[in-house]
Protein backbone atom coordinates (compact mmCIF):
# COMPACT_ATOMS: atom_id res chain seq x y z
CA UNK A 1 0.00 0.00 0.00
CA UNK A 2 1.19 3.33 -0.65
CA UNK A 3 0.05 6.86 1.03
CA UNK A 4 -1.15 10.33 -0.48
CA UNK A 5 0.28 11.65 2.16
CA UNK A 6 2.92 11.11 4.65
CA UNK A 7 0.96 13.48 7.56
CA UNK A 8 -1.84 11.28 9.52
CA UNK A 9 -3.77 14.39 9.96
CA UNK A 10 -4.68 14.25 6.43
CA UNK A 11 -6.74 11.31 6.75
CA UNK A 12 -8.81 13.09 10.28
CA UNK A 13 -9.98 15.69 8.13
CA UNK A 14 -13.74 17.05 8.05
CA UNK A 15 -14.76 17.74 4.96
CA UNK A 16 -17.64 18.69 2.99
CA UNK A 17 -17.92 15.32 1.77
CA UNK A 18 -16.68 13.41 5.12
CA UNK A 19 -18.41 15.43 7.04
CA UNK A 20 -17.81 13.97 10.52
CA UNK A 21 -18.39 16.43 12.52
CA UNK A 22 -22.46 16.50 11.95
CA UNK A 23 -24.09 15.50 15.16
CA UNK A 24 -25.53 12.52 13.69
CA UNK A 25 -22.52 11.07 12.49
CA UNK A 26 -20.95 11.35 16.17
CA UNK A 27 -23.84 9.98 17.65
CA UNK A 28 -24.06 6.69 16.13
CA UNK A 29 -20.51 6.58 16.19
CA UNK A 30 -20.50 7.03 20.14
CA UNK A 31 -23.73 4.65 20.23
CA UNK A 32 -21.31 1.89 18.36
CA UNK A 33 -18.01 2.11 20.13
CA UNK A 34 -19.18 3.24 23.75
CA UNK A 35 -18.54 0.30 25.32
CA UNK A 36 -15.17 -0.67 23.60
CA UNK A 37 -11.81 1.22 24.40
CA UNK A 38 -8.81 -0.57 22.06
CA UNK A 39 -8.81 1.10 18.07
CA UNK A 40 -9.06 -2.12 16.71
CA UNK A 41 -11.87 -3.21 18.20
CA UNK A 42 -13.49 0.36 17.15
CA UNK A 43 -12.82 0.05 13.52
CA UNK A 44 -14.46 -3.42 13.49
CA UNK A 45 -17.25 -2.46 14.88
CA UNK A 46 -17.68 0.50 12.74
CA UNK A 47 -17.02 -1.46 9.56
CA UNK A 48 -19.00 -4.30 10.60
CA UNK A 49 -21.21 -1.46 11.08
CA UNK A 50 -21.59 0.10 7.97
CA UNK A 51 -20.86 -3.13 6.17
CA UNK A 52 -24.24 -4.60 7.50
CA UNK A 53 -26.22 -1.80 8.66
CA UNK A 54 -26.35 0.55 5.38
CA UNK A 55 -27.31 -1.30 2.50
CA UNK A 56 -25.60 -1.17 -0.93
CA UNK A 57 -28.22 0.94 -2.87
CA UNK A 58 -28.24 -1.39 -5.78
CA UNK A 59 -29.01 -4.38 -3.70
CA UNK A 60 -32.31 -3.36 -2.61
CA UNK A 61 -33.35 -1.47 -5.46
CA UNK A 62 -33.69 2.28 -4.38
CA UNK A 63 -33.26 4.97 -6.80
CA UNK A 64 -31.77 6.87 -3.98
CA UNK A 65 -28.47 8.41 -4.49
CA UNK A 66 -26.40 9.67 -1.61
CA UNK A 67 -22.45 11.36 -1.47
CA UNK A 68 -21.76 13.11 1.84
CA UNK A 69 -21.33 10.51 5.08
CA UNK A 70 -23.94 12.24 6.74
CA UNK A 71 -26.64 11.86 3.78
CA UNK A 72 -25.43 8.22 3.46
CA UNK A 73 -26.67 7.89 7.50
CA UNK A 74 -29.27 10.01 7.23
CA UNK A 75 -31.07 7.79 4.36
CA UNK A 76 -29.46 4.25 5.51
CA UNK A 77 -28.01 3.71 2.02
CA UNK A 78 -25.43 4.06 0.08
CA UNK A 79 -23.20 2.87 -3.15
CA UNK A 80 -19.41 1.45 -2.43
CA UNK A 81 -18.36 4.69 -2.55
CA UNK A 82 -20.96 6.63 -0.31
CA UNK A 83 -20.75 3.85 1.99
CA UNK A 84 -16.58 4.32 1.85
CA UNK A 85 -17.61 7.80 3.05
CA UNK A 86 -19.50 7.37 5.78
CA UNK A 87 -16.99 4.79 7.49
CA UNK A 88 -14.18 7.32 6.63
CA UNK A 89 -16.33 10.16 8.69
CA UNK A 90 -17.42 7.60 11.73
CA UNK A 91 -13.77 6.43 11.57
CA UNK A 92 -12.31 10.05 11.89
CA UNK A 93 -14.59 10.81 14.39
CA UNK A 94 -13.21 8.17 16.80
CA UNK A 95 -9.48 9.67 15.98
CA UNK A 96 -8.57 7.06 13.54
CA UNK A 97 -7.25 7.84 10.29
CA UNK A 98 -8.98 7.00 6.96
CA UNK A 99 -8.82 7.20 3.28
CA UNK A 100 -10.07 6.16 0.53
CA UNK A 101 -9.23 3.16 -1.86
CA UNK A 102 -10.21 2.11 -5.11
CA UNK A 103 -10.57 -0.96 -7.33
CA UNK A 104 -11.09 -1.65 -11.21
CA UNK A 105 -13.47 -4.09 -12.05
CA UNK A 106 -15.54 -5.11 -15.31
CA UNK A 107 -18.81 -4.56 -16.03
CA UNK A 108 -21.16 -7.28 -16.44
CA UNK A 109 -23.53 -7.13 -19.27
CA UNK A 110 -25.66 -5.28 -21.02
CA UNK A 111 -22.54 -2.84 -19.65
CA UNK A 112 -19.29 -2.58 -20.69
CA UNK A 113 -15.74 -1.12 -20.19
CA UNK A 114 -13.95 -0.68 -16.79
CA UNK A 115 -15.38 0.92 -13.53
CA UNK A 116 -13.89 2.08 -10.26
CA UNK A 117 -15.29 0.13 -6.84
CA UNK A 118 -14.88 2.09 -3.54
CA UNK A 119 -13.47 1.46 -0.32
CA UNK A 120 -10.98 2.06 2.58
CA UNK A 121 -7.71 2.12 4.26
CA UNK A 122 -7.24 2.86 7.63
CA UNK A 123 -4.60 3.12 10.26
CA UNK A 124 -4.25 1.39 13.62
CA UNK A 125 -2.78 3.41 15.75
CA UNK A 126 -1.65 0.31 18.14
CA UNK A 127 -0.55 -1.26 15.83
CA UNK A 128 1.05 1.42 13.79
CA UNK A 129 -0.24 -0.28 10.52
CA UNK A 130 -2.39 0.12 7.55
CA UNK A 131 -4.94 -2.06 6.56
CA UNK A 132 -7.60 -2.11 3.83
CA UNK A 133 -11.62 -2.95 4.34
CA UNK A 134 -14.31 -2.99 1.55
CA UNK A 135 -17.70 -2.47 3.55
CA UNK A 136 -19.48 -2.46 0.33
CA UNK A 137 -22.23 -4.96 2.00
CA UNK A 138 -22.20 -8.86 2.17
CA UNK A 139 -24.82 -10.52 0.10
CA UNK A 140 -24.63 -13.76 -2.38
CA UNK A 141 -21.03 -14.63 -2.31
CA UNK A 142 -19.72 -11.71 -1.60
CA UNK A 143 -17.97 -11.70 1.83
CA UNK A 144 -15.82 -9.25 2.77
CA UNK A 145 -14.41 -8.81 6.79
CA UNK A 146 -12.45 -7.08 8.81
CA UNK A 147 -9.12 -8.86 9.18
CA UNK A 148 -5.46 -7.91 10.27
CA UNK A 149 -3.99 -11.32 9.03
CA UNK A 150 -5.34 -11.76 5.78
CA UNK A 151 -6.91 -9.06 3.51
CA UNK A 152 -10.66 -10.11 2.09
CA UNK A 153 -12.34 -7.51 -0.14
CA UNK A 154 -16.00 -7.66 -1.69
CA UNK A 155 -14.32 -8.68 -5.17
CA UNK A 156 -11.56 -10.65 -6.44
CA UNK A 157 -9.48 -9.54 -9.15
CA UNK A 158 -8.95 -10.67 -12.64
CA UNK A 159 -6.35 -8.71 -14.24
CA UNK A 160 -6.50 -10.64 -17.76
CA UNK A 161 -10.02 -8.65 -17.41
CA UNK A 162 -7.86 -5.36 -16.93
CA UNK A 163 -9.10 -5.38 -13.07
CA UNK A 164 -6.36 -4.47 -10.58
CA UNK A 165 -6.60 -2.31 -7.06
CA UNK A 166 -4.94 1.32 -6.94
CA UNK A 167 -1.99 1.09 -3.76
CA UNK A 168 -2.45 4.33 -2.69
CA UNK A 169 -4.95 5.47 0.13
CA UNK A 170 -6.48 8.84 -1.05
CA UNK A 171 -7.14 11.21 1.95
CA UNK A 172 -10.05 12.47 -0.10
CA UNK A 173 -12.68 10.73 -2.50
CA UNK A 174 -11.80 10.31 -6.04
CA UNK A 175 -13.23 14.02 -7.66
CA UNK A 176 -14.34 11.34 -10.39
CA UNK A 177 -16.71 9.71 -7.58
CA UNK A 178 -17.93 12.73 -6.07
CA UNK A 179 -18.80 14.09 -9.49
CA UNK A 180 -20.58 10.93 -10.63
CA UNK A 181 -22.52 10.60 -6.92
CA UNK A 182 -23.33 14.79 -7.22
CA UNK A 183 -24.42 15.04 -10.73
CA UNK A 184 -27.42 12.22 -10.21
CA UNK A 185 -29.99 11.88 -8.16
CA UNK A 186 -31.81 8.73 -9.59
CA UNK A 187 -29.78 5.62 -9.39
CA UNK A 188 -31.06 3.91 -12.16
CA UNK A 189 -30.14 7.13 -14.48
CA UNK A 190 -26.93 6.64 -12.81
CA UNK A 191 -25.95 3.10 -13.36
CA UNK A 192 -24.66 3.24 -16.54
CA UNK A 193 -22.19 6.08 -16.12
CA UNK A 194 -20.19 4.59 -13.08
CA UNK A 195 -17.08 6.11 -12.32
CA UNK A 196 -14.23 5.28 -15.04
CA UNK A 197 -10.20 4.45 -13.48
CA UNK A 198 -8.07 7.36 -13.11
CA UNK A 199 -4.23 7.81 -13.32
CA UNK A 200 -2.97 6.92 -10.22
CA UNK A 201 -0.90 9.29 -7.85
CA UNK A 202 2.56 9.33 -8.84
CA UNK A 203 4.03 11.03 -5.54
CA UNK A 204 2.36 8.46 -3.21
CA UNK A 205 4.78 6.46 -0.79
CA UNK A 206 4.98 3.21 0.66
CA UNK A 207 2.68 3.05 3.77
CA UNK A 208 5.31 1.10 5.38
CA UNK A 209 8.07 3.79 5.01
CA UNK A 210 9.45 5.89 7.71
CA UNK A 211 7.12 8.93 6.67
CA UNK A 212 3.96 6.09 6.06
CA UNK A 213 4.63 5.03 9.48
CA UNK A 214 4.35 9.05 10.43
CA UNK A 215 3.64 9.25 14.60
CA UNK A 216 0.19 9.16 15.64
CA UNK A 217 -1.51 12.65 16.03
CA UNK A 218 -4.97 13.27 17.31
CA UNK A 219 -7.41 15.09 16.19
CA UNK A 220 -7.14 18.69 17.24
CA UNK A 221 -3.36 18.40 17.15
CA UNK A 222 -0.39 19.42 14.90
CA UNK A 223 1.81 16.98 13.40
Known sequence: MKLQSPHLADY???TPIIDWETPVIIDQTQA???SLTRDTEKAR?????VRDAIPHSWDIQTDVVTCTASEVLQKRT????AKSHLL???LR???IPAGFCYQVFRRNP????LALHGLNGLYLPSLARWVRVDARGNTGTIDAQFSLSTEQLAFPIDPSQGEFLYETIYTNPAPEVVAVLQG???LRALWPYLPAPFAEDSGAISATSEAGSAVYVAPGQQE
Open 12 to 14: LKC
Open 32 to 34: ITR
Open 45 to 49: ALFEW
Open 78 to 81: GLCY
Open 88 to 90: AAM
Open 93 to 95: SMG
Open 110 to 113: PYHG
Open 184 to 186: FTS
